[in-house]
Structures are given as C-alpha cells and as structure tokens.
C-alpha cells in the first residue's frame, strides 16, 4: 500500500522530476495501445505496415492504416492524467515529459518540455527532398498525399526500421541523469532506447514511481514504487495531495 501523503511530500522535495509516459496514460483518450487486442497491430502487422521499408516499397497501401492512426489520435483529447503532468510542470517540479507517444495529447494538454522518442503527427514531411507541411493544411482525400516533388508524403513518426531522433534521444538521458524523481506511467519499459531511461534514473539515484496497471519488469527490479491504479485517477490524487500540503 502506499502513502500518497509521503509520496507527494518526496515529489515536493525533488530538484529535478521527470516523467515517462507510454501507451497507457493515452488509453483513457480512447486510444488502445497499438499491442492491444483493439489495437491497430492487431489488424495491421507492423512489419508488413509500419516497417520504412514497407512505407518506401508502398506509400498508397501504407497509408491505409496511418489514415486510421491519424482519424484515432485527431478524435482524442487529452485526459485526467495528461493535465496533471502539466500542471505539475506549471508548478515547476516536473522538468520534462519523454514520451514514447505520437499523439501530442502532452502539449494539447498544456505541457511545454516534451520529448517526443517517436515523433508526431502535427506535420508530414517528403521523404524525398524532406519538405515539411502542416498536418492540418495537407489534404487525405487522396492517398498517398504527394509533395510538390512529386513523392510521397510521412508523418514525421518514427517507423520500425528508422533510428530513434538523435536530439530526442540526447534531451531524454540529459533530463534523466539531471532527475532525483521519475514517473513512468503507462510503459512497461522494455523496448530499447526507452528501457534505458529508468534503469539510467535509478543508477543515478532517482526514486522511481510506476503507475501501470499491471506489473512490469520494473516493478521488481528497479521501482521504489509500484501503484496498479489508472494514470487518469492517480495523477491528480498525487497533485491533490501536493495542493494539499501548501501551508
């Protein structure tokens, strides 16, 4: 069980809070993890649909699902756990968001410091001459849409087969080392490069609060604590409690 008064406390008294964010503080937005039996991976195989290569060989079939990935995240909005993040932010105790999420519900939400480890939606870019266009100005009546060059346009996502953005992957270990505090919240951390960032935060001496549903391979190894409730109602209990505290 825990203390959510201690807990709080310990989060006033950090220097430098972080957080990780995965698929599941976006749940609650009304999108399904992608490795969930509602998720896109389960209709469209990611090495047949969301590989580079795969894009590269055939934009007009590729699009058919990142059509539907943009029509999913376009219709979410941000929740409980979103705007708690940010309003810590406001506070300023937590530094920095990473997240592994391409949906920007952390900015929609009012974030500012947010680390984006796979990219966004909010531009497509020619994989070409790398031309870059607001989403919201480029027309999907037609896929794929083309650039003036004639090539297909991307979302500037990371797909399967392309390296994590240097400068995203440099940002995230320059907050995680500076970090006493992180909360991963809705990752269970395994997939590389963003495993490293808890077990980096833990080497250097931060305490690490895990919000997840279920038990992760943090949990035992490196968490100091686990809490099995939903980041949309254990957020704001935290930032409840933090309010609480002010004299």
């Given at each position: 069980m825990y203390d959510l008064e201690r807990l709080a406390e310990r989060l006033r008294q950090s220097r430098y809070a972080i957080a990780l964010t995965g698929a599941?503080?976006?749940?609650?937005?009304?999108?399904?993890?992608?490795?969930?039996?509602?998720?896109?991976?389960?209709?469209?195989?990611?090495?047949?649909?969301?590989?580079?290569?795969?894009?590269?060989?055939?934009?007009?079939?590729?699009?058919?699902?990142?059509?539907?990935?943009?029509?999913?995240?376009g219709n979410a909005k941000p929740n409980a756990a979103h705007y708690a993040l940010a309003e810590l932010e406001s506070m300023g105790i937590l530094k920095a968001v990473v997240t592994q999420n391409i949906d920007s519900l952390h900015q929609r939400a009012g974030?500012?410091?947010?680390?984006?480890?796979?990219?966004?939606?909010?531009?497509?870019?020619?994989?070409?001459?790398h031309k870059k266009f607001d989403r919201m100005a480029v027309s999907l009546e037609r896929l794929p849409p083309l650039c003036s060059c004639g090539s297909s346009l991307?979302?500037?996502i990371v797909f399967f087969g392309e390296d994590i953005p240097m400068e995203a992957y440099r940002q995230a270990m320059a907050a995680t080392r500076r970090c006493d505090f992180m909360f991963v919240v809705g990752t269970s951390a395994t997939v590389a490069p963003a495993s490293f960032l808890?077990?980096?935060a833990k080497d250097n001496g931060a305490f690490l609060l895990e919000v997840n549903l279920t038990k992760t391979q943090l949990t035992?190894?490196?968490s100091d604590m686990h809490i099995a409730e939903s980041a949309a109602v254990m957020l704001p209990a935290i930032l409840a409690q933090l309010n609480s505290n002010v004299t």
């Open positions: 599941g503080i976006s749940v609650e937005s009304g999108i399904p993890d992608f490795r969930s039996k509602n998720g896109l991976w389960s209709r469209f195989d990611p090495m047949e649909f969301a590989h580079i290569d795969s894009f590269r060989a055939d934009p007009q079939k590729i699009w058919k699902m990142l059509f539907e990935m943009d029509v999913l995240v974030s500012v410091n947010v680390i984006e480890f796979h990219g966004h939606g909010r531009t497509l870019r020619c994989d070409r001459c991307r979302p500037e808890p077990r980096a035992e190894n490196y």
